[in-house]
DNA sequence: TTGAAAGCGATACCAC
DNA sequence: GTGGTATCGCTTTCAA
């Protein structure tokens, strides 16, 4: 192993200029600077993490905290990793990847262990029993997410209120006045997760406020609960003229389960799907979507993260406001 | 922050005794081991991370080098990060997470800042650039995924050459005398995937022995890509009656078009999907398959991984037997 | 069965 | 602008 030590002899200095001239806390003379770049370049060195961490109680590595589920939206999840990854790169940190179902004592032992400076936290319930836990960390925590009381805690997400909201707006706008939404599964809504309730009181909110009928509906992935749960849903509401798919898992379903029973999209039934931008033109009709902005939503997270690493406070809960992209699948009544 | 020392004087023990209490690696008196356990918990102490390393050279954190792309099939790419992460942990490690498009120098960097003790790599090409710096590393490496010249490297896959020629049998043994195949997209064809390439072989191979016609293509995601593809194929081989879909990101598009176009599933068209079985039964008609047993060789990844971290070295390649599981999507011509 | 103490490889403070 | 060195918290050898 190439050590700092190895390096400073190398060329000719002390250690702590090497890590001077790593770190740039003090100035260096252009010379023994040039010195100490070449020996760290010819030897390879990277200096040592756990040392590193010792010696400055900083790791680097940010833990990201992801529901590896299936009945959730494993598309979108990527997305979210992907970009928390990119972004941290961005900002010289690595990422360590914890599974929500080990709990909340994984946190714990994560912070207390110093395996990570900070944490991000994805997956956030309503009532989130990791809050107050997360509180009591001494250790910086941006949820992707909303819990009904963030207790301080950072949260960065998409507006799910508002996107509820914007859906059922545009196709109100469109004349539509019975209005349905297709959700995530079941389980999804049980244990309150939080962009679920958040999208469903903004749907139901709006369709009231706009006097359009709301008939909201969970879904379960497979073909068969999505097309009887069709089924259900046009027998007792056959005046449903707009669909709202917030679950891009089953949308390939219901576009081939509508076409199966005859209803043309967007001439019988308008559409609007809740998901990344990306999913728009994978099916047989561009879909009229609100994105879901993983990228940003990612990217913000962990800046909130590493500016408070930098040792500003700033607890703010951001919100971003719901785009909403007019493609074929919508039209008017 | 909790300290050995700490615990040890909670204990009235040396702060060594704690130390081998925890690792066990040396015995202690039933009455100290309680004491010093008491402690622990009493405190909540977790030892330091870095310190540990430090001391040790030890991380007890595995790299996972996955790709992040969205040309490929993330549902899949989920299940083994999922997979290895859960593996890991059952082994009392963590995972360190590191995308593909950061290229080898991360690599580099990860195994000489011992941030890691091994790392595992998904998504190997068949001639792939890393494999020469994966084996001047210093460090333990597992391949999901399996090159041309895997030059020593332990290698870990589903037999994708075996899983073409399942297929193929299969549909061979139902009367189909024209195969064809959708497979990955064009890129990932392009920059040699392991896996694409592999399977593309044991796919015409297979027909060359079973005398049967193969018509591959590889396909992009979009929608129209799909839909012109098979307007290209059917046009240029109207023979066809039995598709190998080897990409689970346009299943949901190939099932729809193919209704779209009167082509009954499985009447006309017999189709074998190679996909995680869970995403079998979440179409119009349950798909017979070749499974990606993600699960297996993610844990099967991560016990290779660890057995080298024990200091035993064997160099093998493991690749496993396809299983076919026939559903409603395949019937004889 | 237990304790004392020498590292592990950085950082950052104190001198010059 | 640079060097010496105490320090971080743990593991492990040596000694008892």
């Known amino acids: 192993m190439v050590t700092i030590h190895e390096v400073a002899r190398a060329a000719g200095v002390a250690p702590s200029t090497v890590s001077y001239v790593i770190s740039g806390k003090r100035s260096i003379s252009p010379k023994t600077k040039r010195l100490v770049e070449e020996s760290i370049r010819r030897l390879g060195y990277h200096p040592h993490?756990?040392?590193?961490?010792?010696?400055?109680?900083?790791?680097?590595?940010?833990?990201?905290?992801?529901?590896?589920?299936?009945?959730?939206?494993?598309?979108?999840?990527?997305?979210?990793?992907?970009?928390?990854?990119?972004?941290?790169?961005?900002?010289?940190?690595?990422?360590?990847?914890?599974?929500?179902?080990?709990?909340?004592?994984?946190?714990?032992?994560?912070?207390?262990?110093?395996?990570?400076?900070?944490?991000?936290?994805?997956?956030?319930?309503?009532?989130?029993?990791?809050v107050p836990m997360l509180l009591a960390l001494d250790r910086p925590v941006v949820l992707i997410g909303a819990p009904d009381s963030p207790s301080g805690l950072p949260c960065v997400d998409l507006d799910f209120t508002a996107a509820g909201a914007v859906c059922v707006g545009h196709l109100a706008d469109l004349g539509h006045r019975s209005i349905a939404l297709v959700g995530p599964s079941?389980?999804?809504?049980?244990?309150?997760?939080?962009?679920?309730?958040?999208?469903?009181?903004?749907?139901?909110?709006?369709?009231?406020?706009?006097?359009?009928?709301?008939?909201?509906?969970?879904?379960?992935?497979?073909?068969?609960?999505?097309?009887?749960?069709?089924?259900?849903?046009?027998?007792?509401?056959?005046?449903?003229?707009?669909?709202?798919?917030?679950?891009?898992?089953?949308?390939?379903?219901?576009?081939?389960?509508l076409r199966h029973r005859g209803r043309r999209v967007p001439e019988d039934v308008s559409v609007v799907a809740v998901c990344p931008d990306s999913m728009a033109e994978n099916h047989p009709v561009a879909l009229t979507t609100v994105a879901i902005p993983a990228e940003e939503v990612g990217a913000l997270a962990v800046e909130m993260t590493v500016r408070s690493l930098g040792g500003h406070t700033s607890a703010e809960t951001r919100l971003l406001a719901p785009r909403l992209t007019v493609r074929g699948s919508t039209t008017h009544v």
């Open 49 to 130: 993490a756990g040392a590193r961490a010792l010696a400055s109680s900083r790791t680097s590595v940010l833990a990201l905290v992801v529901p590896l589920r299936t009945d959730l939206n494993v598309a979108v999840v990527m997305q979210f990793v992907a970009s928390v990854v990119k972004a941290a790169r961005d900002h010289d940190h690595d990422v360590l990847l914890l599974t929500k179902d080990e709990g909340p004592a994984a946190l714990q032992r994560v912070a207390s262990s110093a395996l990570a400076d900070a944490l991000i936290v994805m997956d956030v319930e309503s009532d989130d029993p990791r």
């Open 186 to 257: 079941p389980a999804v809504y049980r244990r309150g997760t939080s962009y679920a309730a958040r999208f469903l009181r903004g749907f139901t909110d709006a369709a009231r406020a706009r006097r359009v009928k709301a008939v909201p509906r969970s879904c379960q992935h497979s073909y068969d609960a999505v097309s009887s749960g069709l089924d259900e849903l046009f027998a007792r509401h056959p005046d449903v003229t707009g669909l709202v798919v917030h679950n891009e898992a089953v949308l390939p379903a219901v576009l081939s389960d």
